[in-house]
């Protein structure tokens, strides 16, 4: 009997222990105050054209012992664009450029995450922007999970993220190339765990 009553809490240790909620990863959603998506262009060969989104939503879900199983995903209201001066922002919220009225919405879904060194590793997944979707590869430093003091002690991840985009790939190709194709783009993000 006693052994019959070993064999049966040995059976639901090992079922809890595999259970999907005990092998799942934490999931974050992004802080849309401690979120900065960055991206400058060249402008006619003296400088770039530095900007960045304000309107940017996003759930994170990262197992740092399994990076392999970690899932992004992010939407940028396009309509956010902002580069610190009106009637360039208005520019680039035309048909030339982002078209926000057809598209009020960028994404971002990875596909692959994988690690590289102690702190760094590439996300992989589907841009789409103004309808067209290509792969992208993001460059991740992983910086720390850890309490916010500032957020009732919710343990809290930060990431910094980096990758670089043509814009004619989305089709995106007013003024090229006087304003630059390539789009370097950084992202610095807060996520406390849902």
């Known amino acids: 009997m006693r052994l019959a009553k070993l064999s049966v809490l040995t059976a639901l240790a090992t079922a809890l222990l595999l259970s999907p909620d005990a092998q799942a990863a934490d999931k974050y959603r992004l802080?849309?105050?401690h979120t900065f998506v960055v991206f400058k262009v060249a402008d006619l060969g003296y400088a770039h054209v530095v900007g960045w989104f304000t309107d940017v939503a996003g759930e994170l879900t990262f197992d740092p012992a399994d990076v392999s199983k970690s899932e992004l995903?992010?939407?940028i209201k396009t309509a956010s664009i902002d580069t610190h001066y009106e009637p360039r922002n208005k520019d680039l919220m035309s048909p030339d450029f982002l078209n926000v009225a057809e598209f009020p919405e960028m994404t971002f879904t990875s596909t692959a995450s994988e690690k590289t060194g102690d702190k760094t590793g590439t996300?992989?997944?589907?841009l789409t922007l103004?309808?067209?979707t290509k792969p992208v590869t993001?460059?991740?430093t992983f910086n720390q999970i850890a309490p916010n003091p500032f957020n009732s002690d919710t343990p809290t991840a930060g990431f910094t993220a980096h990758t670089v985009i043509k814009r004619s790939d989305f089709g995106m190709t007013a003024y090229l190339p006087a304003i630059g194709d390539e789009v370097d783009i950084t992202i610095d993000a807060q996520a406390p765990r849902m």
């Open 130 to 132: 103004l309808g067209v």
């Open 31 to 33: 802080d849309p105050v």
């Open 73 to 75: 995903s992010v939407t």
């Open 138 to 140: 993001l460059e991740v």
């Open 123 to 126: 996300v992989t997944g589907d």
